[in-house]
């Protein structure tokens, strides 16, 4: 099975969070300094019968700077369940190819909200994160 046979095949059941924090660890010095963006995304996805589940981790971490330290922490893990036709067996190069592109591409606008939310509630300028280009 090929990544483009399977992508025919699944239908997404649901998108849950599995884990969100965000810390503020030191305060803006100024409100004209700029903020620096590290983001880091992983995924991974397994088949159970007749679902695949993946997982997506996004974080963040935001260094004003001059700063040596993080001002701010984010991190939020998404699990996306999809449905699979019955007595299909996906191999794992597929499973992969499929994390990395479409449970990303899924959960990638409530990476976007969380990542608004949660800046604003730090007391920090909303953190407006793009739409995501993937080919």
Same mark, same amino acid.
């Given at each position: ?16 969070? $599995? ?8 305060? #803006?010095? +100024?409100?004209?300094?700029? *903020?620096?963006? &590290? @983001?880091?995304?992983? $995924? ?8 695949? #589940?993946? +997982?997506?981790?996004?974080? *963040?971490?935001? &260094? @004003? ?22 007595g299909i067996k996906v191999p794992a190069n597929v499973l992969d190819e499929f994390g990395e ?35």
């Amino acid at each position: 099975m090929t990544y483009f046979e399977l992508i025919k095949q699944v239908h997404i059941q649901n998108i849950r969070v $599995a884990a969100c924090e965000y810390r503020r660890k030191s305060r #803006i010095e +100024s409100a004209t300094n700029q *903020i620096q963006i &590290t @983001q880091k995304t992983t $995924a991974k996805v397994r088949q159970q019968k007749d679902h695949l #589940i993946g +997982s997506v981790k996004f974080s *963040i971490d935001g &260094t @004003q700077t001059g700063s040596t330290s993080p001002t701010f922490t984010f991190s939020l893990t998404l699990v996306a369940v999809y449905s699979l036709e019955h007595g299909i067996k996906v191999p794992a190069n597929v499973l992969d190819e499929f994390g990395e592109k479409n449970v990303v591409y899924n959960a990638w606008p409530y990476f976007r909200f969380y990542v608004q939310e949660a800046t604003s509630r730090m007391g920090l300028p909303p953190l407006t994160i793009p739409v995501l280009r993937r080919l």
